[in-house]
């Protein structure tokens, strides 16, 4: 009978769940034989040390006009030129990498925050709690990104804290599903079925056992949508309705530039450019980071 008894009661160690890889493993498995992914890395870093040391290392006061300065050229005064109200252009794309950048961080994390509770919350209790969460999440996936953005946005209007609820309010959908599905799959490993049948609660089986162990699709979603948080800020800005003038963003800049077109074109040029590069730099550290913890690809 004891015999019987020690081989099917679980043990301490059938609820332990496989670790996680460390951080320095998983940046290894990253750039190990992808340049274009160190590349981009150095891309990010780039932009983040502009972003933060913005004040320091911009030419000029990114605000400030000049009747005399209006549509120049690219100078050695000024080494993109300057906008249709004066104002240096490079001055403006480097304060604009720190609104967008906070944008591209802040919000994803917070959309990670929150709807990595709902998912969680709704695969893991089910039953009644899982179809109303299920149903809310489904409401807000019937909008795409953009069109449910401007819908908020034009509720809420500009400024930075209403476009970063925007943005979250977008985005947490999303990670909500993949949470969701995540805490389904794991909720029938074996760890997960021993820890419930010697009695361990279950806040406290979320926290140690579910949440690292769907931490990997959700950080590489994160990463993922850094980038089209940063395109989406743009879109808004670029329609009036996120970042407001004269603050710099990489979309409003675009939206002055159009309208300027024809006197320079160097807005247009800057900021697109911009755009793009951060937003491939995001998509392939993005695509990186999924190979490193998808254990279907690790070789």
Known sequence: MSAADSTTAPTKADIVPPPPPSALTTL???VEGRPATVAALAVIALFVLLGVFAPLIAPH???TQSVLNVNQAPSAE???????????????????????????????????????????????????VDRVISRIIDLLLAFPELLLAILIAAALGGGFWNVVAVLTIAYTPGFARVARAS????????????AIAIGVRRPLMI??????????PVVVLMALWAGSAIRLEAS???LGIGT??????????IRDGLNNLF????????????????????NLIGDALRDALDPDTKT
């Not at 805490?183 to 021993?194: D, F």
């Not at 926290?207 to 990997?216: L, Q, Y």
């Not at 160097?266 to 995001?282: D, E, K, N, Q, R």
Request: charged fraction near 10%; avoid cysteine; aromatic fraction near 12%.
């Open 28 to 30: 290894h498995l990253m």
């Open 61 to 63: 006061d990114p605000l």
């Open 78 to 128: 000024h080494l993109l030129g300057t906008d249709q109200f004066g104002r240096d252009l490079l001055s403006r794309l480097i304060h604009g990498s720190r609104n967008s950048l906070i944008f591209g961080f802040v919000s994803p994390f917070l959309a990670a925050l929150i709807g990595t509770t709902l998912g969680v919350t709704a695969g893991f209790f089910g039953g009644f």
């Open 183 to 194: 805490t389904l799959a794991v909720k029938e490993e074996p760890y997960i079925e021993a």
């Open 207 to 216: 926290i140690r056992h579910v949440i690292p162990n769907i931490a990997a």
């Open 236 to 238: 808004l800005s670029f």
């Open 244 to 253: 407001q003038p004269p603050n710099p963003s990489w979309g409003n800049i």
């Open 263 to 282: 006197g320079s074109p160097w807005p247009v040029i800057g900021a697109g450019f911009l755009i793009t590069l951060v937003v491939l730099s995001f």
